[in-house]
């Protein structure tokens, strides 16, 4: 059994910095990817950015490059997303994801529930 748990997201302003936080409960995903992808209202869903099990291995999509860093902390199960220099264009539902390979490309994935950022310009 894997639950992954998305926390904070919020309402900021444009310019500002957000961190979302995934806990991830399987000891096994941590040899795994696991990463964010995010969707908005008439959009499909977008890959964010991923991190391998040896925690310097990192993906980020082109829309956040050079804005956002993806980290993860073992020791508590936790994987991190730190949005700077936000966007409007960046409001969106978060979502965690763990598995094996790219996860832009794998189609087994496990799913959090999301997290709602909003940035206003």
């Known amino acids: 059994q894997v639950q992954l748990v998305e926390s904070g997201g919020g309402l900021v302003q444009a310019g500002t910095s957000l961190r979302l936080s995934c806990m991830v409960s399987?000891?096994?995903?941590?040899?795994?990817?696991v990463g964010w992808f995010r969707q908005s209202p008439g959009n499909e869903r977008e890959f964010v950015a991923q991190?391998?099990?040896?925690?310097?291995?990192?993906y980020y999509g082109d829309s956040v490059k050079d804005r956002f860093t993806i980290s993860r902390d073992d020791v508590v199960n936790t994987v991190y997303l730190q949005m700077n220099s936000l966007k409007p264009e960046d409001t969106a539902v978060y979502y965690c994801a763990a598995g094996t390979g790219m996860l832009w490309e794998t189609r087994n994935k496990y799913w959090g529930r999301g997290t709602h950022v909003i940035v206003s310009s």
């Open positions: 991190i391998m099990d040896d925690g310097t291995t990192t």
């Open positions: 399987g000891r096994a995903l941590i040899y795994v990817g």
